[in-house]
């Protein structure tokens, strides 16, 4: 039993990896079924075991894409430091770092809501859930760190984040420059709204 639970797992993530890849390379529109099922070297009834739709199996890769970035990106904040205003100018250097990524085209979970127009779709709900949490981490540290006006600075956070995020996925040679400039930005409000 744990031995075909363990090859079904490995079937569902080969299915989730190849279609990561396409959909990062090409874009979700782009990407069909036919193009998954050939990569992955499956059957398609294969891939329909485990994803009832071609939309259930984007929202599966998203869900992964942004479970892996929080794992990654909450070990790495809270290894620099523990300090919340070191840990607000911190966020930019990870950011940074997601951007080198070779052939980097945007986070998966910002890109797909971006780029889907319907905000009851699924994949809207998951990455808005997503900056969602992103803006609750960022006004928890503004708050720690004694920071006035803490909801206002959490989303001017959000929007340097996402201005970034953006700048970078069309241009990658600026990302350096990109956040470089939201970094002092961040600073130059923390700043201006410490009450310390």
Known sequence: MVTRLTQQNQIQEKILDTAAQLFYEKGLQAVGVDEIVL????????????????????????????????????????????????????????????????????????????????????????????ISQLKDLILDKVKLANIANPNQVAEQFILLIIGANILCNIDKEISKT???????????????????
Request: with cysteine.
């Open 39 to 130: 990569q992955a070297g499956i059957a398609k009834m294969t891939l329909y075991k485990y994803f009832l739709s071609k939309d259930q199996l984007i929202l599966a890769v998203v869900e992964r894409s942004e479970e892996k970035w929080w794992n990654w990106f909450t070990t790495e904040l809270y290894q620099r430091s523990k300090l919340p205003k070191k840990q607000l100018l911190i966020i930019f250097d990870l950011l940074f770092s997601s951007f080198q990524e070779t052939n980097y085209r945007g986070e998966p979970f910002i890109n797909a809501q971006i780029r889907v127009l319907d905000t009851m779709y699924p994949i809207f709900l998951v990455s808005e859930k997503f």
């Open 178 to 196: 990109a956040i470089r400039n939201a970094k002092k930005l961040a600073s130059l409000l923390l700043k201006s709204c410490s009450l310390e």
